[in-house]
T-cell receptor, first 110, second 112 residues
């Protein structure tokens, strides 16, 4: 049973546009929400993360918005660039293990 | 500093054969993890370890065994490979559960 639901499955954005990826969860015990970025042929790498006591976290062009009451969080990529083309995974921590969403394949066109 | 390394990078097995995937990390991390990645399924946790000599089951442990005899190494074993185990396997390590997980480059396994 997928504990973290991620959408959309794929996304195409023009260069300079905003990419938005959404995730939802049910387990209120989750207490840490990271986003990982994966390029083809590589392992995932941490992009940005948030704790549930914060509603927003920004690092450069990447922002996480967190809505605790709705049990939803999202990744916004501002001024999207072709180099951002990758697969993005949201995740949520319960105990010792991260529960990953199924991933979003982002393509940023020139 | 090599980070997390995985051996081998590619492997083809016949159904019923066995093999061991090796993960090594040089960051002195306590926690280590094995995931499998299948198209459209995301990353699913197979087994993990919170310290030398400890192992625990993740979401999809059936058909796999693990050992953590040394802090820097985490081995994933397939005793009798099945086509359903065709996947890309990633190892990861971290200081603890709320810290960044560092992933290896992956092992692409095909079982025919």
């Amino acid at each position: 049973q997928q504990q973290v639901k991620q959408s959309p499955q794929s996304l195409i954005v023009q260069k300079g546009g905003i990419s938005i990826i959404n995730c939802a969860y049910e387990n209120t015990a989750f207490d840490y929400f990271p986003w990982y970025q994966q390029f083809p042929g590589k392992g995932p790498a941490l992009l940005i993360a948030i704790r549930p006591d914060v509603s927003e976290k920004k690092e450069g062009r990447f922002t996480i918005s967190f809505n605790k009451s709705a049990k939803q969080f999202s990744l916004h990529i501002m001024d999207s660039q072709p180099g951002d083309s990758a697969t993005y995974f949201c995740a949520a921590l319960s105990g010792y293990a991260l529960n990953f969403g199924k991933g979003t394949s982002l393509l940023v066109t020139p | 500093n090599a980070g997390v390394t995985q051996t081998p990078k590619f492997r083809v097995l016949k159904t019923g054969q066995s093999m061991t995937l090796l993960c090594a990390q040089d960051m002195n991390h306590e926690y280590m993890y094995w995931y499998r990645q299948d198209p459209g399924m995301g990353l699913r946790l197979i087994h993990y370890s919170v310290g030398e000599g400890t192992t625990a089951k993740g979401e999809v442990p059936d058909g796999y065994n693990v050992s953590r005899l040394k802090k820097q190494n985490f081995l994933l074993g397939l005793e009798s490979a099945a086509p359903s185990q065709t996947s890309v396997y990633f190892c990861a390590s971290s200081y603890n559960s709320i810290y960044e997980q560092y992933f290896g480059p992956g092992t692409r396994l095909t079982v025919t």
